[in-house]
């Protein structure tokens, strides 16, 4: 089998950082379910393993096949997004500075805003779908340019080789939030960035059955200020959960493909439904960063927004009514399911905050499965009757 640069996603997917156990021909990287290493002399480990909490063989591998799929040279696992995230802001220190996007997922801005910005540390949130707004931002004391893009949950697009250009030209690291779209359809390494998060819960994952986070890069000094902060802090990912997110990398390029494929036909019967006033969906030529998506994206993920006639109450009583669309929070897994942002997973953004970013109390957010599409649909349809009653009654 060639090296990892010379084959393609789908087979690094399945193979990167996994070999055969050279004793027993195990196939299946084993869950190493121990604390500490045998060691050869004092201070002398067997192949660098000394402590499960700075790093651990099942967890080596996870991160191995990461850094393979995003296209760099190492990854680091962490016990869920929040906690790579958390480890970005390690190092930062009083005084530094981070411009954001306005469109977040809820308990990043809450970790920026509630926890961070209480030791000095200022933020600055932009709609990053705007390249001049994220540019006029940037002071001499940024530290970070923090991007999602699909944002969470508007679905706007950022032009990352954009953004980064800005970063890079004020000595300020891009960060990248991957987990919208996983390296399967945009690698922000090759566009400029210089890390990617992901939230691996979600789509790399899989089955929502693992919470656990990732960041990859390609600078060892950074990998290596990075990982401090993972020993330090204690923000590791285990090895059961790491085994389980291997196992969901796997298949990760045949569950986007369904996953895409099923967005696409929702978004479209979505815009053309009288009772939607909106729908939030990179893949339709009229979404305002259609065209950046496109460029920088090799489909346009599984994630749909909209708004409903009626506010709020539509959309808490379409939600309320699906059967094969789950109301629970969290995306990604092979089910779909269904929440409406503000009162879920976006209620600890402040109300003003929400709606300046444009995110309105009836949004509808669908984490669109691999069920088939008809079904889908015909949920969907059961629940606007449900919304339409709501809104008329």
């Not at 493909?257 to 978004?267: K, M, P, S, T, Y």
């Not at 094969?324 to 399911?337: D, K, P, Q, R, T």
């Not at 879920?344 to 069920?371: F, I, N, Y």
Request: hydrophobic share 40%.
């Amino acid at each position: 089998m060639g090296t990892h640069d010379e084959l393609r996603f789908e087979t690094r997917a399945v193979h990167a950082g996994q070999e055969a156990d050279p004793e027993n021909g195990a196939l299946m990287t084993p869950v190493y379910l121990n604390s500490t290493y045998l060691q050869d002399a004092p201070a002398v480990p067997r192949q660098g393993y000394e402590y499960s909490r700075t790093s651990n063989p099942t967890r080596t591998a996870l991160e191995q096949n990461l850094a393979a799929l995003e296209g760099g040279e190492w990854g680091l696992c962490f016990a869920s997004g929040l906690a790579a995230t958390n480890a970005l802001c390690d190092r930062l220190v009083p005084g530094d500075h981070v411009v954001a996007g306005n469109d977040l997922y809820g308990g990043t801005y809450r970790l920026f805003v509630r926890v961070f910005s209480r030791y000095g540390i200022d933020f600055t949130f932009v709609d990053a779908s705007d390249v001049d707004a994220v540019a006029a931002a940037m002071t001499d004391r940024t530290r970070y340019v923090y991007l999602e893009t699909p944002t969470n949950p508007l679905l706007r697009i950022c032009d990352v080789r954009a953004c980064a250009d800005v970063a890079r030209a004020a000595g300020a690291l891009t960060v990248v939030d991957n987990t919208f779209a996983t390296p399967f359809l945009q690698r922000p390494l090759e566009l400029g960035a210089d890390l990617v998060l992901h939230s691996l819960t979600k789509y790399l994952g899989g089955h929502s059955d693992v919470v656990a986070g990732a960041l990859v890069g390609n600078d060892d000094a950074l990998r290596e200020d990075l990982a401090f902060y993972q020993n330090a802090v204690g923000g590791q990912l285990g090895p059961l959960d790491s085994f389980l997110v291997l196992r969901g990398t796997k298949t990760l390029a045949l569950r986007m493909e369904r996953h895409c494929a099923n967005a696409r036909r929702i978004a479209e019967y979505l815009a053309g439904h009288p009772q939607v006033e909106h729908v939030f969906y990179p893949g339709l030529p009229e979404h305002a960063g259609h065209d950046v998506a496109a460029r920088q994206m090799d489909d346009f993920g599984g994630m749909i927004s909209f708004e409903l006639q009626g506010g709020v109450e539509a959309g808490k009583a379409f939600s309320s009514a699906t059967r094969i669309f789950a109301l629970a929070e969290s995306l990604g897994g092979v089910e779909s399911l269904v929440e409406v942002p503000p009162l879920m997973t976006h209620a600890s953004v402040p109300k003003e905050e929400r709606e300046k970013a444009g995110l309105r109390d009836g949004l509808v957010r669908l984490s669109v499965g691999v069920e088939h599409v008809d079904d889908l649909i015909a949920d969907i349809d059961r629940a606007m009757d449900a919304a339409r009653a709501r809104a008329t009654g």
